[in-house]
């Protein structure tokens, strides 16, 4: 049975352990035409919550210069991928209905997997005009993600696929992403090690 913080919606049981603010470096690897590129980098992640059933997700990279140059930023909602119910909010800005179907841990624990973990989404938006849908599972402490859609603006350059994963390792998170892109098939693209910088907190609505 899961072990839930009170302060949270249920169904953010599975994911708990990500929210919070967590900082670090990283290694940027990827081949573009004949060369590859390869870069140093400082990054700051956060997750956090409104007291609704999902997170909210915020990452800012940056160049390890002397001007600290800016490098990447994404953000999204993570989320346990599972059947729409009346409870659920929207579609736009329509209220839930009625009482919500994962309100309890034992409901939610009737989402988990035969091998033990939950199936989960994360959507995740880059200012270069690039969404990334992400269907994968969460298993304790270990995150595996895949892209089921990738959305593309006239203006974003070539992008197909990816895959993530993270997980806690030593009170550290740790992520790895591969890319297919620029005509590449899925290469590993970057990675990090992140440790904690503020605890857990409930950002109320």
Do not use: C
Request: proline residues 7%; hydrophobic residues 40%; negative net charge.
């Amino acid at each position: 049975m899961l072990e839930l913080d009170p302060t949270l919606p249920a169904e953010l049981g599975p994911l708990q352990w990500l929210i919070g603010t967590w900082e670090g470096t990283g290694v940027l690897s990827f081949p573009v035409g004949e060369r590859t590129v390869e870069q140093e980098f400082g990054q700051r992640v956060s997750f956090s919550h409104h007291g609704q059933p999902y997170l909210s997700y915020e990452a800012y990279a940056w160049q390890l210069d002397d001007e600290l140059t800016p490098l990447a930023a994404e953000s999204g909602f993570w989320r346990l991928a599972r059947p729409a119910h009346d409870a659920d909010a929207g579609p736009g800005m329509l209220p839930p209905e009625g009482e919500p179907a994962y309100g309890d841990a034992e409901a939610v624990e009737a989402l988990r997997r035969p091998d033990g973990g939950f199936e989960i989404q994360a959507l995740i938006s880059h200012p270069t005009g690039v969404a990334e849908l992400y269907l994968g599972t969460i298993a304790g402490p270990r995150i595996d993600l895949a892209t089921d859609a990738v959305l593309r603006g006239a203006s974003a350059k070539e992008h197909s696929a990816s895959t993530r994963m993270y997980g806690l390792v030593e009170q550290h998170l740790l992520w790895a992403w591969d890319l297919a892109a620029l005509g590449q098939g899925l290469e590993s693209h970057a990675s990090g090690r992140l440790a904690r910088v503020s605890p857990s907190e409930a950002n109320e609505a």
